[in-house]
């Protein structure tokens, strides 16, 4: 059979994937042809705007300027050399996320799964070499409901039966412990213990926000205990939460942060880890690497993601809008909300169940003409390009209350 020719409208595109693509996904029935800024436009031309923004990868919105132009540029020039010889865009990028970070180097990878196998690769390595773990004895304490990817080594430490069933053998070392809990972390640290992993809010659970002095309180207990503190940033960081880093809000220097998602742009995969000397410089020439990671073309897009958050402007924005969108859910507890978490452009939503699953209240959104998505249960999750505006904010929530409120 040959594929049509003739422009197809969003039905026959959403039937036309069926038969050969991987249903891996169930995407909302919009099918996105072009997108600026907040704001994305289906094949027939009608506008939404976008409340989820690539789950962080689009922080930015989408296509920002200054991106696009930094990803024009490198196009131009060059785009990939692999790690085999050194490109001109690398030593900056490197250096300026480091100091971005407050961390000293920098190992590029791609996605963000690739970032966290390469971190738990990394304190494994740092476990032998420098703590004197026995061969093949090292540990990692992870979460409970964590998100940390798709791998198969990551999807052995999920609690999420649909993520992990079906997908064994797994993959041995790891210890879960329940999330804002240190005396269960205390209790499963000991000295096989490389790192404990966590997301500093986690993201796909829900927007789980830790109580205060949780972040802290895994610094200090992963100091005393002589293991690494990783903290998974990937979609809590680069000013989401209106800080750079989700663990500024406790004054938290992990030893090692895994970041992805929003350090592409939206353009180009990119992810990497940033950690201390120490921890970093375990890894020798051979031990590790990316045909694609560190590409010039990432580290120049990169590069201005960064150039974008060393002013600050978008944190600072991202904790200002942040008290609309706490306030303007806080106005709907009571009327359709029976609970929400949020710190800065992000929130977790628990909608009355009687309204309908989070997916039923997704797919009445999308008529309102806002794009969101559904995580577990009745939680909608809230996480806008940190380019909207007041007003686009305050009509996507007068859409959620119209939903909510109205039965729309
Ligand atoms: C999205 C995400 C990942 C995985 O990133 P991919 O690019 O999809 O592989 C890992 N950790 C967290 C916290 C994430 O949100």
Redesign the pocket.
């Known amino acids: 059979m040959t594929a049509p020719t003739h422009p197809r409208t969003s039905d026959e595109l959403i039937r036309a994937e069926e038969p050969v693509l991987a249903h891996n996904y169930h995407p909302l029935p919009v099918v996105v042809a072009r997108a600026e800024g907040a704001w994305v436009e289906d094949v027939e031309g009608r506008r939404y705007l976008d409340m989820l923004a690539g789950?962080s990868a689009l922080n930015f919105g989408h296509r920002h300027p200054a991106l696009v132009e930094a990803a024009h540029r490198q196009l131009d020039r060059l785009t990939l050399t692999s790690r085999a010889f050194h490109n001109d865009r690398l030593a900056g990028f490197a250096e300026r996320l480091a100091a971005l970070t407050g961390q000293d180097m920098v190992l590029p990878m791609n996605?963000?799964?690739?970032a966290?196998e390469s971190g738990i690769k990394l304190a494994r390595k740092w476990a032998y070499d420098v703590k004197g773990v026995p061969a093949d004895r090292a540990t990692i304490v992870v979460a409970a409901d964590n998100?940390?990817?798709?791998t198969t080594t990551i999807v052995s430490f999920s609690t999420d039966e649909t993520a992990r069933s079906g997908f064994g053998p797994f993959t041995p070392g790891f210890r879960i412990v329940p999330y804002n809990d240190l005396a269960a972390l205390e209790a499963a640290v000991d000295e096989t213990t490389a790192a404990v992993l966590i997301?500093p809010i986690q993201?796909?659970a829900g927007v789980l926000i830790p109580d205060d002095g949780y972040l802290a309180g895994v610094r200090e207990l992963t100091r005393r205990a002589g293991c690494l503190f990783v903290a998974?940033e990937?979609?809590s960081g680069l000013g989401r939460t209106g800080r750079t880093l989700a663990v500024e809000h406790e004054g938290v220097v992990p030893d090692v942060v895994l970041l992805?998602?929003a350090l592409g742009g939206g353009i180009v995969?990119v992810?990497a880890v940033v950690g201390r000397r120490e921890v970093l410089g375990v890894l020798h020439p051979g031990e590790h690497g990316s045909t694609f990671g560190g590409n010039p073309l990432a580290a120049a897009v990169g590069t201005a993601v960064v150039e974008l958050l060393e002013t600050g402007a978008f944190q600072r924005r991202a904790a200002e809008l942040g008290e609309v969108l706490r306030d303007g859910l806080a106005a709907l507890v009571g009327r359709g909300v029976v609970g929400f978490r949020s710190r800065g452009l992000w929130a977790g939503v628990d909608v009355d169940p009687a309204l309908g699953t989070g997916r039923a209240v997704s797919e009445r959104l999308m008529r309102e003409g806002i794009l969101a998505k559904d995580t577990h249960g009745s939680t909608i999750r809230l996480a806008p390009p940190l380019t909207i505006t007041a007003d686009e904010l305050t009509s996507a929530l007068a859409s959620l209350e119209k939903v909510l409120v109205a039965g729309a």
């Open positions: 789950y996605t963000g799964a690739e966290v998100f940390h990817g798709r997301e993201g796909e998974d990937i979609q992805g998602k995969p992810s």
